[in-house]
């Protein structure tokens, strides 16, 4: 479908890739890897035509739709939710009405070769309407914008009311209706809840029959859908076939594998070269020196691509907490409408968190999980009941509020030091090391990080200090994989009390132990972990059928 032979891209000084080739086939899924500026993005670019190689050929099967669903969806004004849906099928659309009128002009009378010659048009445009999907349109978008969260009755909502993140759904939702021969999907899981990406895996697995390329910093969502990795690192292309798990642990064996031949092929070069300067000033060797010299020429080196550092940081214990750390009792929560009138967010909650629980806090979209959090943090008073936190509770909280109240103009070593202020440079380093910050980046101005690196400093700053309650709102959006396994790694390892929300299901599984659910204003408390929670909730969603 579409062929990639040995392409060659380059932006500046930096060399992306040389002489690499893959293919997207027809119903392919294949999920897309690589550390950042390694030239994902770039790849998906060079597929659309929004960039050029600079060596090498692309070829593309006629007529082959693609669909690009970006971070950057643009500017959105002027258009209902659903009309801003409609609008990416446009060609559907136009298609839609050319047949319209070609109908109307077979009614009317014409010459024998005229309608031969309108026949054949229509023929055509029916073909690709159909290809299209035309007939089910206006369904279509009804249904994909509904599974992405945007329900009927936000449908003719204008486009311009909706916040960042809605309007990211509403661009994938444009995207999905299209249903391309070819979908290009970069990060679509952000800014989707549990409820919503769940929704779209069934949709890509059973309703989606064309090819997929995607990127995703989502582990449960990339192994449940993807059957290839394409991985973009170290200026090559690699595939692998497998999923997300399967890839880890190839890239891992391949990488024993070229040590292993690097070992042999330095041992062997050693011998040849120990050979031909203990001979080379012998005339009765110069034959064999001369051969083995040219032999040495034509050997292509093995070369060893450079090895992520992982740095581990000890984490200081932080002080102990009394046994009971927050006692809620009949807690509710109401939000002021603007035309007047309240909204209950919640009501009637209580319960006790534990020290050293890791507790998720989990609901559907719009259920309160936010809301509860800014309540259990003291950020925002609750309507009726109470919060207490029990004896030596050092409370530290987290959304993606707080990284827009890091000074923009202070550097990354600068804004960790002001958390630590005792700290030696060395522990400062190296905490920003397990954060991947290293070398220059720690110089960088926090104006000019991007949103996964202000994530990464702000969480940096609150596992420096001396906390024993944390309570994170979404700590894992805008962190690619490897930083969701850092601060995995740093949450299991704390021996506070964490209480979170995260859309992350692998993150999830692997860190609580105790879930809280805000179902409809209530909520339901499961003394398991996620896996148990899953099942139990599993169990009453089939006993209310």
Same mark, same amino acid.
């Given at each position: 479908?579409?062929?990639?032979?040995?392409?060659?891209?380059?932006?500046?000084?930096?060399?992306?890739?040389?002489?690499?080739?893959?293919?997207?086939? @027809?119903?392919?899924?294949?999920?897309?890897?690589?550390?950042?500026?390694?030239?994902?993005?770039?790849?998906?670019?060079?597929?659309?035509?929004?960039?050029?190689?600079?060596?090498?050929?692309?070829?593309?099967?006629?007529?082959?739709?693609?669909?690009?669903?970006?971070?950057?969806?643009?500017?959105?004004?002027?258009?209902?939710?659903?009309?801003?849906?409609?609008?990416?099928?446009?060609?559907?659309?136009?298609?839609?009405?050319?047949? /319209?009128?070609?109908?109307?002009?077979?009614?009317?009378?014409?010459?024998?070769?005229?309608?031969?010659?309108?026949?054949?048009?229509?023929?055509?445009?029916?073909?690709?309407?159909?290809?299209?999907?035309?007939?089910?349109?206006?369904?279509?978008?009804?249904?994909?914008?509904?599974?992405?969260?945007?329900?009927?009755?936000?449908?003719?909502?204008?486009?311009?009311?909706?916040?960042?993140?809605?309007?990211?759904?509403?661009? &994938?939702?444009?995207?999905?209706?299209?249903?391309?021969?070819? &979908?290009?999907?970069?990060?679509?899981?952000?800014?989707?809840?549990?409820?919503?990406?769940?929704?779209?895996?069934?949709?890509?697995?059973?309703?989606?029959?064309?090819?997929?390329?995607?990127?995703?910093?989502?582990?449960?969502?990339?192994?449940?859908?993807?059957?290839?990795?394409?991985?973009?690192?170290?200026?090559?292309?690699?595939?692998?076939?497998?999923?997300?798990?399967?890839?880890?642990?190839?890239?891992?064996?391949?990488?024993?594998?070229?040590?292993?031949?690097?070992?042999?092929?330095?041992?062997?070069?050693?011998?040849?070269?120990?050979?031909?300067?203990?001979?080379?000033?012998?005339?009765?060797?110069?034959?064999?020196?001369?051969?083995?010299?040219? #032999?040495?020429?034509?050997?292509?080196?093995?070369?060893?691509?450079?090895?992520?550092?992982?740095?581990?940081?000890?984490?200081?214990?932080?002080?102990?907490?009394?046994?009971?750390?927050?006692?809620?009792?009949?807690?509710? #929560?109401?939000?002021?409408?603007?035309?007047?009138?309240?909204?209950?967010?919640?009501?009637?909650?209580?319960?006790?968190?534990?020290?050293?629980?890791?507790?998720?806090?989990?609901?559907?979209?719009?259920?309160?999980?936010?809301?509860? &959090?800014?309540?259990?943090?003291?950020?925002?008073?609750?309507?009726?009941?109470?919060?207490?936190?029990?004896?030596?509770?050092?409370?530290?909280?987290?959304?993606?509020?707080?990284?827009?109240? &890091?000074?923009?103009? /202070?550097?990354?070593?600068?804004?960790?030091?002001?958390?630590? @202020?005792?700290?030696?440079?060395?522990?400062?380093?190296?905490?920003?090391?397990?954060?991947?910050?290293?070398?220059?980046?720690?110089? #960088?101005?926090?104006?000019?990080?991007?949103?996964?690196?202000?994530?990464?400093?702000?969480?940096?700053?609150?596992?420096?200090?001396?906390?024993?309650?944390?309570?994170?709102?979404?700590?894992?959006?805008?962190?690619?994989?490897?930083?969701?396994?850092?601060?995995?790694?740093?949450?299991?390892?704390?021996?506070?009390?964490?209480?979170?929300?995260?859309?992350?299901?692998?993150?999830?599984?692997?860190?609580?132990?105790?879930?809280?659910?805000?179902?409809?204003?209530?909520?339901?408390?499961?003394?398991?972990?996620?896996?148990?929670?899953?099942? #139990?909730?599993?169990?009453?969603?089939?006993?209310?059928?």
């Amino acid at each position: 479908m579409i062929h990639l032979s040995n392409i060659t891209k380059q932006h500046g000084n930096q060399l992306l890739f040389r002489d690499a080739s893959f293919q997207i086939l @027809p119903g392919s899924r294949t999920g897309l890897v690589g550390p950042n500026g390694a030239g994902k993005t770039t790849i998906f670019r060079i597929i659309t035509g929004e960039e050029e190689v600079d060596a090498g050929e692309i070829t593309c099967a006629k007529r082959t739709s693609i669909g690009y669903f970006s971070q950057d969806v643009g500017e959105m004004a002027g258009r209902t939710a659903l009309e801003e849906v409609m609008a990416v099928s446009a060609e559907t659309v136009r298609l839609a009405a050319e047949l /319209k009128e070609m109908e109307a002009a077979m009614a009317e009378p014409m010459d024998d070769d005229a309608m031969a010659a309108l026949l054949e048009r229509y023929g055509t445009a029916m073909e690709e309407f159909e290809h299209r999907g035309g007939y089910d349109l206006d369904t279509r978008a009804r249904t994909i914008l509904t599974g992405l969260g945007i329900g009927p009755d936000r449908y003719d909502h204008p486009v311009e009311s909706f916040s960042g993140g809605w309007k990211m759904r509403i661009a &994938l939702a444009g995207i999905l209706t299209l249903q391309p021969d070819v &979908l290009l999907l970069d990060e679509p899981t952000n800014h989707l809840d549990v409820e919503s990406i769940i929704w779209l895996e069934e949709w890509l697995a059973g309703e989606f029959t064309g090819a997929l390329l995607m990127t995703s910093h989502d582990r449960d969502f990339m192994n449940r859908i993807v059957t290839r990795i394409i991985e973009v690192a170290d200026k090559t292309v690699t595939t692998y076939g497998g999923n997300y798990d399967f890839y880890e642990r190839e890239r891992d064996i391949r990488r024993e594998q070229l040590l292993a031949s690097h070992k042999r092929q330095q041992e062997m070069l050693a011998k040849e070269e120990e050979f031909i300067a203990r001979f080379a000033a012998r005339a009765s060797h110069a034959a064999q020196v001369q051969s083995r010299v040219k #032999k040495l020429e034509k050997i292509d080196r093995i070369e060893i691509p450079p090895e992520e550092r992982v740095i581990r940081f000890e984490f200081n214990d932080p002080p102990r907490s009394g046994d009971d750390v927050a006692v809620f009792n009949g807690l509710a #929560k109401s939000w002021s409408l603007p035309g007047g009138g309240e909204k209950s967010v919640f009501s009637g909650v209580s319960g006790v968190i534990r020290r050293q629980n890791k507790i998720a806090v989990v609901g559907v979209n719009g259920a309160g999980k936010s809301t509860f &959090l800014k309540v259990l943090a003291g950020r925002t008073e609750p309507t009726d009941g109470s919060v207490a936190l029990g004896a030596n509770v050092s409370l530290g909280y987290f959304s993606q509020h707080a990284m827009e109240l &890091l000074d923009p103009k /202070k550097t990354v070593f600068e804004t960790v030091q002001d958390a630590m @202020p005792l700290a030696t440079i060395g522990v400062i380093r190296n905490l920003l090391g397990a954060f991947l910050f290293s070398g220059d980046a720690v110089d #960088k101005r926090i104006e000019n990080l991007s949103g996964g690196e202000k994530s990464r400093v702000v969480l940096a700053t609150l596992l420096a200090r001396p906390l024993n309650f944390l309570v994170l709102d979404e700590p894992t959006n805008h962190l690619d994989i490897r930083s969701r396994e850092i601060l995995l790694d740093a949450l299991q390892n704390f021996t506070g009390t964490v209480v979170l929300v995260s859309h992350d299901r692998h993150f999830l599984r692997l860190l609580v132990d105790r879930v809280f659910e805000i179902d409809h204003g209530e909520m339901r408390i499961y003394e398991g972990n996620y896996g148990y929670y899953l099942e #139990k909730s599993q169990q009453l969603h089939l006993a209310a059928c």
